[in-house]
């Protein structure tokens, strides 16, 4: 696609761009949007659908980086990660969270392990939110022959990252099986078992925040998916059903979410299939609307919207 008038260069940024509501990135497809808030701005991370017209499946070889202090004026940084960074990897940059921790910058991704059957999931490091980031291990953190809950060889994907408040960090992810271990304090290696999260219709997409005092874990259900969460009061469960939390996109069969606060504000970003040239469940794009709590910390559906954000909207 071409980039509207509205880019221009500017700074360390590849270009800079005002959204004009939903899908918030216009000028390219975009996908499994992961969010993080740090030293004022949101660093937006997503996957980039590059499939031709036609071909009815995902192609993305990397990831993309944006950044905003508002919401609403975006910087889309250079490219700062592609599957081929992990040497062991065939490709497939799929779903993927960065988060910070004393200064470093842990970006853990799904990708197509290059000898073991499946997919599996890296993680890299950078010194900055905008990278450069390099694989921080040199093999894959997670591989298929360690989940074994399910045969299928893409249940090791989309991960979700969480620092808790004793500094302790978990890692989410999961297709079909929901999956969860604590990091150890390195960020680069699971500390102990992988565990089962007992989930109803879990499809994959969990993303695990906490607020309040509660911890949700919300996630794709079904498919074509809708997202749904669940509430715990303890990071290692039990976690109660709560329901729907976002229907069916209906132009995309994925809708994989990223929740934040941000400046006293709640946001839920998802990906549907908005972008009219061709757009789709294999041609996505990033979308951003307003998320709402409720006084007993439950949440209200969202509603998810044309016109988006602008700064200071998405009240709680
Ligand atoms: O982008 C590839 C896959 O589609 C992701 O891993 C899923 O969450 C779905 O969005």
Known sequence: MNMTASHVKSGNADTSFV??????????????????????KVYLYTGHDVAPPGKEFYEMHEWLCFSTSDMVHWEEHPVPLKAKDFAWAKGDAWASQVIEKGGKFYWYAAVEHGSIRGKAIGVAVGDSPTGPFKDARGSALVTNDMTTATSIGWDDIDPSVIIDDDGRAYLFWGNTKCYYARLKDNMTELDGSIQVVDLPAFTEAPWIHRKNGWYYLSYASG??????????????????????LNEIAGNSNTNHQSIIDFKGKSYFIYHNGAINTNGGSFRRSVCIDALKYNKDGTLQRVVMTSEGVSAGSGKN
């Not at 998916?225 to 729907?244: D, L, Q, T």
């Open 223 to 244: 498919f074509p998916e809708k997202i749904v969460y669940a509430m715990s009061k303890n990071i290692n469960g039990p976690w109660r059903y709560k329901g729907i």
């Open 19 to 40: 959204s004009k509501g939903n899908p918030v990135i216009a000028h390219k497809y975009t996908a499994d949007p992961a969010a993080l808030v740090y030293g004022g």
